[in-house]
């Protein structure tokens, strides 16, 4: 497990990022998992999509993320409070540049839960007009076990 030096060491550090080009099957699925209309004809995609655009282009996977704050799959690792703010609404097949931030790294202990880290990162969304279209901060929730 990081100490708390380590895991305040991780602030500001940018993983990979990558390209989020949403088609029009994913945002389809979407749309009718969800039981939501169909889209308009506008080329407008889903706003759910903005947060599944953004988790999935971070440039590593989750087991990879959650490695990088001394965890696993199997230390029960969970999504906390999320946030999403969007300038506008992301377009099908419209290129969006992705970039990830880690924001704010703090540790608690509760009497029940003892010992978690809440992880928050930035996940912006940058369109081909050089604008951040749409800004997602989830924060994730470490359980630290025997600390």
């Not at 097949?93 to 839960?113: I, N, P």
Request: aromatic share 8%; hydrophobic share 45%; charged share 20%.
């Amino acid at each position: 497990m990081l100490n708390e030096a380590d895991l305040q060491g991780l602030v500001g550090y940018r993983l990979p990022g990558g390209v989020a080009r949403i088609q029009h099957y994913e945002d389809w699925l979407l749309r009718d998992a969800l039981g939501a209309p169909p889209p308009a004809g506008d080329g407008m995609a889903h706003p759910t999509m903005v947060f599944l655009a953004a988790q999935a282009n971070i440039g590593i996977e989750l087991e990879e993320l959650f490695a990088l704050f001394g965890a696993t799959s199997a230390d029960g690792p969970m999504l906390g409070e999320w946030s999403v703010d969007c300038a506008e609404p992301l377009r099908l097949l419209t290129d969006y540049a992705v970039s990830c931030t880690v924001e704010r790294v703090v540790r608690k202990e509760g009497k029940r839960t003892g010992v978690f880290d809440l992880v928050t990162v930035v996940i912006e969304l940058t369109g081909p007009d050089d604008r951040v279209h749409a800004t997602v901060r989830p924060t994730y929730v470490f359980p630290r076990k025997g600390v």
